[in-house]
C-alpha cells in the first residue's frame, strides 16, 4: 500500500515559480512509476509528467523546457519544478503512483495509476 501527499503549491504570479512535493509512505516509492496530473473544474485530470522507476521521465509539449520531475529516493519523494508559470497552469495538481511491469514504464492515463493523492492546489494570477 502506498499514501501519498503532495505539497508546495499555492498562488504565483505569472513567471513565478513553484515546486510541488509528492512525499509517500508505506512501500517504497522508488519502486513504483509516479506522475503528476492536473485538473480543473469540470474537466478530466490530465497527465503533465511522469516518471520511471529508473528515472526516465515524459511530459507534456505545453510544460516542455518549463517543468521538471524528479526523483529523491533517499527521500521517498517525487517533485514537480515548475518553472515560467501561466496562467493556463492553473489546477488542482494530483501525484500519482502505480507498481509496474515494466520498471521503464511511463502510464500515462489516469487509469493506468493505483494510488493517489488529495491534491494540491496552483493558482497562476496577477
Known sequence: QVQLVESGG???????????????????LTLNAVGWFRQTPGKERDLVAA???IGG????DSVK????????????????????????????????AVL???????????NEYEYWGQGTQV????
Request: glycine content about 10%; overall charge positive.
Open 100 to 110: 509496474p511491469i515494466k520498471r521503464t514504464a511511463l502510464p500515462q492515463g489516469q
Open 65 to 96: 523546457g518549463r517543468f521538471s520531475i524528479s526523483r529523491d529516493n533517499a527521500k521517498n519523494t517525487v517533485a514537480l519544478q515548475m518553472n515560467s508559470l501561466k496562467p493556463e497552469d492553473t489546477g488542482a495538481y494530483y501525484c500519482a
Open 51 to 53: 516518471i520511471s522507476v
Open 57 to 60: 521521465t515524459y511530459s507534456i
Open 123 to 126: 493558482t497562476v494570477s496577477l
Open 10 to 28: 499555492g498562488l504565483v504570479q505569472p513567471g513565478g515559480s513553484l515546486r510541488l512535493s509528492c512525499r509517500a509512505s508505506g512501500d517504497i
